[in-house]
């Protein structure tokens, strides 16, 4: 491994210290490469560990996504329990992507669905797994369209609009979604 940035040189001063106490190689700080005194070498502290941002949707969002799909999951209609991430889960239509996103809509209702299982299990997976029939039924989106535009098939309440408030809106299937 190469080290990226240069370590700094050192002074004169403490170069003149590790000569006065016998130090041979006054490129080390360790006394003929070994350590003196019974003291251990010193590490390097770790880097403390910066905790990963969160780019979910804030707490009052997924609340009223859940009330507005009445609890149930939009793929199957099953009742939805258990914790959030485990029993069910949020789904975004239009993913965020690996990196993240800088939209401002993206954890915004009308993007939002409630799916039972995770991404590994249930629903979420079955969405997450087959994409092309996720983008059919409005469960997920291409990342150039508008959530806002693209209905869904509800369980529940059949093709409906997400409108920007997170409410529904009637919707009438179009020819391709009724052979669908």
């Keep these: 491994m190469e080290r990226r940035t240069p370590l700094r040189a050192m002074s004169p001063k403490r170069r003149q210290q590790l000569a006065e106490q016998g130090n041979t190689n006054p490129f080390s700080t360790l006394t003929n490469g070994t350590v003196g005194r019974g003291m251990s070498p010193r590490?390097?502290?770790?880097?403390?560990?910066?905790?990963?941002r969160d780019t979910g949707p804030a707490a009052d969002v997924v609340a009223a996504v859940f009330a507005?799909?009445?609890g149930r999951c939009v793929r199957c209609g099953g009742v939805l329990t258990g914790a959030r991430g485990i029993g069910w889960s949020v789904q975004h239509r239009r993913a965020r992507g690996a990196g993240g996103t800088s939209r401002p809509d993206t954890n915004q209702p009308h993007n939002l669905i409630v799916l039972c299982g995770s991404a590994t299990t249930g629903c979420h997976l079955h969405v997450e797994q087959f994409r092309v029939e996720a983008r059919e039924f409005g469960w997920a989106i291409r990342q150039s369209?508008?959530?806002?535009?693209?209905?869904?098939?509800?369980?529940?309440?059949?093709?409906?609009?997400?409108?920007?408030?997170?409410?529904f809106a009637n919707h009438t299937p179009n020819q391709q979604e009724v052979n669908a």
């Design 43 to 52: 590490l390097a502290a770790p880097a403390p560990k910066r905790r990963p």
């Design 68 to 70: 507005r799909d009445g």
């Design 145 to 167: 369209d508008d959530p806002a535009l693209i209905p869904v098939l509800h369980a529940v309440h059949g093709w409906v609009l997400i409108t920007a408030d997170g409410a």
